[in-house]
């Protein structure tokens, strides 16, 4: 992204071209390389033949954009290693973006990579989910299955590594390269998924039995084993195992220290069972209720959720409910029971939008404004939200609202200031100090460093730099000499038209002042006269780098050790071994023909009239800009070594320092001699 780094790349593939990847979701249009020395380097459409902007289609620029071709790749080559030839596929789910979904199989298997949240995962069609680590997954799904795999990309250098990891209930998830990975008949194997088979397939301790003489636990230890149990069966909302536990307590003998903790969590657990009872009660009504009003989609819905919740340890009541509403739902004619599954794909399509939703909101916790690269993104998630709204929460809500507003304002363009300047004014919008970056002000993450500073901060930067351009032509105007007044007398008009000529034909911009700043621009400009590929062709006088080095950065202009620019020092050098001429001498040539000339030819002396111009003094060479030895330093140009103030700007609290004096005469001397 460094222009040096551009010009090796370009000479590396001088003889290959790039285009817009269609699997990335761009436009594949053909692409260029932009250099830049002030900003980061990258990729650009060429334009349109109509001279308007190219627009593409790509949405995500950021380094995981490519993560769906870095599993690709990864797969094909994990799978190679172990004999199997694998089919890839980039599913494309209504509403979900190119690179959310990869399907991986094979001969003996599949394997369908969720990158994101766009899609929700399908547990029982026969294709084993592999989850990104953004993808939620219930508690149901992780008792029910025992465990989950996860898949997530680091970056090292250039590349994007994979790794797996395995999640179970009440376990963190541990990760593994891919080469430690296998297949196997249960589908992808870890070295966590051993474990946690062993761990659910370990046969039952039997309970303490009196009659049999074999050595058993200590009560206390027992009853702590008894306890985890309760607080594990609470966990996963198991009524049976806590029903079961609660016996176990209260027929342990033996735990006098224990007593009064067994009987409080007996105690709070009956309490707790009673809810779930009082629970289960309310849903199997609620199932009664919707078939003798005859609602189908509710009928529908108390079936999920009695299978899901109650499928276990029903009473011969609740089983009459459940087969009544079985045998409702099963006679429905066709129409209707197309009327319940779209009323159902309904609700489903609402849950992936909330599901979008939510990862937008997650993607947009770092932005407190809207800025025009945020369209797309913005209005998909607004259309997200729209389908979502009932199944957003207070807060989700509040956030949805605060977007809204933002786009029925409009984007807006994000300013431009160089960090050097604006750091050095607080900010009204979030307060930020002199000195410090600005922080979201908005949001969930207010507080939390922002990318760039806040529009209202770089606002009073182009406000006072305006103010201070008005004032120069202010100044400019009341200095400006005023025209010579001609007399009034008619005897000398003859000698006064004569001579006016001549005045007019002198031209204003001849000053010194002028000189001075055309010798500065010169100066500044001196990089544009030599090629980019000849700057470090040859040693610099100055700092004494070789060939194909860099400049230190003596002059302290930047941050970095290095200069991105080389020394004028070193440009003059080149241009002199070339045998070039410089703009600065062709404009020093000029303006001598000139002098010439009105030296030769020297206006007639008016009589009565206004005295003709006088001899022109002569120019004084301009001083040289930063980056060249031969000038003057002074204290506000040179960083403070004793308060660290940076260069133009005062010591703090009272300056200069002494230090800073000296250490800008010291400088000078040394660039002098």
Aim: aromatic fraction near 6%.
């Amino acid at each position: 992204m460094e222009a040096i780094e551009l010009d090796a790349f370009r000479r590396v593939h001088e003889d290959d071209t790039f285009w817009c990847g269609s699997l990335l979701g761009g436009c594949g249009g053909h692409l260029t390389t932009k250099l830049y020395t002030d900003r980061a380097c990258h990729f650009a459409h060429h334009p349109d033949p109509d001279g308007l902007p190219h627009v593409c289609g790509r949405r995500s620029h950021g380094v995981d954009s490519a993560d769906h071709l870095y599993v690709r790749s990864a797969a094909a080559a994990w799978l190679a290693g172990r004999g199997e030839q694998a089919t890839f596929e980039y599913t494309r789910t209504a509403g979900a973006p190119i690179g959310s979904l990869v399907d991986v199989r094979w001969r003996h298997g599949a394997l369908r990579v969720h990158l994101d949240r766009a899609v929700t995962p399908v547990w029982d069609d026969g294709v084993e989910p592999v989850l990104g680590t953004m993808v939620p997954v219930d508690r149901d799904t992780l008792v029910r299955r025992w465990y989950v795999h996860r898949i997530r990309l680091n970056s090292v250098g250039t590349a994007r590594h994979v790794q797996i990891g395995t999640e179970a209930f009440a376990r963190p998830v541990e990760w593994f390269a891919l080469d430690q990975c296998e297949i196997t008949e249960r589908g992808l194997w870890t070295p966590a998924v051993e474990e946690i088979v062993q761990a659910r397939t370990a046969p039952r301790p039997s309970l303490w039995s009196p009659g049999k003489a074999r050595k058993v636990p200590e009560p206390e230890a027992r009853a702590q084993a008894l306890l985890r149990r309760l607080v594990y069966a609470r966990r996963i909302e198991s009524v049976p195992l806590a029903k079961q536990v609660c016996a176990d307590i209260e027929s342990l003998p033996g735990v006098e220290e224990l007593e009064e903790q067994l009987e409080a969590a007996v105690r709070h657990a009956r309490i707790w069972l009673a809810e779930q009872n009082k629970g289960r009660r309310k849903l199997f009504g609620n199932l009664s209720r919707a078939v003798t009003e005859q609602q189908p989609g509710q009928v529908r819905r108390l079936l999920m959720r009695v299978n899901a919740t109650a499928s276990h340890g029903r009473t011969d009541a609740e089983s009459a409910v459940y087969q009544r509403a079985a045998t409702y739902f099963e006679s429905l004619d066709d129409r209707t029971r197309k009327a319940v599954e779209a009323e159902a794909d309904t609700e489903r399509e609402a849950k992936r939008a909330a599901a979008r939703v939510r990862s937008a909101l997650q993607r947009l916790r770092e932005y407190d404004t809207y800025t025009p690269d945020l369209r797309p993104q913005v209005e998909e998630f607004l259309r997200s939200a729209y389908s979502a709204e009932e199944l957003l929460t207070r807060g989700e809500a509040r956030r949805v609202d605060v977007w809204k507003e933002r786009a029925a304002l409009g984007p807006r363009e994000q300013l431009r200031v160089a960090r050097r300047y604006w750091i050095r004014r607080s900010c009204p919008r979030c307060n930020a100090q002199q000195g410090k970056d600005c922080v979201l002000a908005e949001g969930p993450s207010s507080g939390k460093p922002r990318k760039d500073g806040h529009n209202e901060r770089l606002q009073l930067e182009l406000d006072e730099r305006k103010m201070a351009r008005q004032q120069k032509m202010v100044r400019q105007e009341a200095e400006a000499p005023a025209e010579p007044m001609q007399p009034a007398s008619k005897g000398h008009e003859s000698e006064a038209s004569f001579t006016r000529p001549l005045q007019e034909r002198r031209p204003k911009d001849a000053r010194g002042g002028h000189a001075k700043q055309v010798g500065k621009k010169t100066a500044a400009r001196l990089h544009h006269q030599v090629p980019r590929g000849d700057w470090y062709r040859m040693t610099c006088p100055r700092c004494h780098a070789g060939p194909g080095k860099l400049c230190d950065n003596d002059d302290r202009v930047g941050p970095s050790e290095k200069r991105q620019l080389p020394h004028d020092e070193r440009l003059r050098r080149v241009l002199q071994s070339d045998g070039r001429i410089g703009p600065g001498e062709q404009q020093k040539a000029a303006r001598n023909e000139r002098q010439q000339a009105v030296d030769v030819v020297p206006p007639l002396p008016p009589q009565g009239g206004p005295r003709p111009p006088g001899p022109r003094r002569r120019e004084q060479e301009p001083q040289e800009t930063a980056g060249s030895a031969a000038r003057t330093w002074h204290a506000k140009e040179v960083t403070c070594p004793k308060c660290k103030a940076s260069p133009n700007s005062p010591c703090v609290p009272r300056g200069p320092h002494q230090e800073r004096v000296e250490w800008a005469k010291e400088f000078t001397r040394k660039l002098w001699d």
